[in-house]
């Protein structure tokens, strides 16, 4: 009988050990092409990961990834609480939430599949098309509260500051990267959305408008497209004597736009299972087409830029 007894206690064992699926839930295990896992984005990544999670879907029809879209605060707590197996934003981990991970014994991965930045929108009217990274810096700060105090401008007035979420990476990177982790002014206001940032813009003159240049970038998208007839793009520089660039692909890829972000992927898994394969998947060629399609630069792929120079004799 207890021969019997250990049998069926080394099978339960194996069961048991063979169906955790490394972010809370019992099922089979799964691998890099097969199984069922959750991930969380943050939601200003939507429409790049809604077209990688597709193709990555299409191709392999044993795989379901679930994903949570959130601002970036609520998906990095998904993470650090280990309710998903993978992470989407575009900032680094700090030391102590990646700490949060290993005290939990997490093997962290992390996989950089786009570049991209902050871009700057305005009201169609205000007759400001450039500012540089320092006097952005001061307006966000509180310091600079008045266009008049804006180098060269002609406007006059408050200005304000919208951000699409208070959750947001636009936010945290404002916050964290711009500011230093310096408090923002009380001229800064965040609203629920990019489309709601767009829209307010849209209808006030004095206002500026931060938002991801993904959400300005993919013409292919009807919503970009009517973008452009509400808000107009300002051209950014490191410093007032310095020429200004709009956050278009090329900029970005060439860094001569200043606010750059990089987009991670950060996988816990203890093993190479679905996340992984994920992760693979978007820094793949076939998931670096998508990013490029989607108005970000790929990270783990080659862009060729073409210089066109009128007075350059005809190459034969």
């Not at 816990?268 to 670096?288: H, T």
């Amino acid at each position: 009988m207890k021969i019997i007894n250990s049998y069926y206690i080394a099978i339960l064992l194996l069961a048991f050990t063979g169906c955790q699926s490394g972010n809370g839930n019992q099922s089979e295990r799964d691998t890099p092409t097969s199984g069922r896992i959750a991930i969380s984005v943050d939601q200003s990544f939507k429409n790049l990961i809604d077209s990688e999670v597709l193709i990555f879907h299409s191709q392999y029809d044993k795989a379901h990834i679930d994903v949570h879209y959130l601002p970036e605060a609520e998906a990095l707590q998904l993470f650090l609480k280990d309710s998903v197996r993978a992470l989407v934003i575009a900032r680094e981990l700090t030391a102590n939430e990646k700490k949060i991970l290993e005290v939990e014994g997490i093997k962290l991965k992390n996989t950089i599949i786009a570049v991209g930045g902050i871009a700057l929108i305005v009201n169609p009217d205000n007759p400001v098309d450039k500012l540089d990274v320092g006097t952005l810096t001061d307006i966000i700060a509180g310091k600079k509260t008045e266009w008049s105090e804006v180098e060269g401008s002609k406007m006059k007035g408050k200005i304000n500051i919208v951000l699409d979420n208070p959750g947001s990476g636009v936010y945290s990177y404002s916050r964290d990267s711009l500011l230093k982790g310096a408090p923002l002014g009380s001229n800064v206001y965040a609203l629920k959305n990019n489309q709601e940032v767009i829209d307010y813009i849209a209808k006030h003159k004095n206002s500026i408008g931060l938002i991801g240049v993904n959400h300005v970038s993919d013409m292919s998208d009807v919503q970009n497209q009517k973008f452009t007839k509400q808000v107009k793009l300002l051209e950014l520089s490191d410093n007032t004597q310095m020429e200004g660039f709009q956050p278009y692909q090329a900029y970005i890829a060439t860094r001569q736009y200043p606010i750059i972000r990089l987009l991670h992927i950060y996988i816990n898994e203890p093993y190479n299972g679905l996340g992984s394969g994920f992760a693979a998947f978007a820094a793949s060629d076939k998931g670096q087409r998508i990013v490029l399609k989607d108005g970000l630069i790929p990270a783990n792929a080659p862009v060729r830029l073409i210089q066109v120079n009128p007075s350059s004799p005809n190459i034969k």
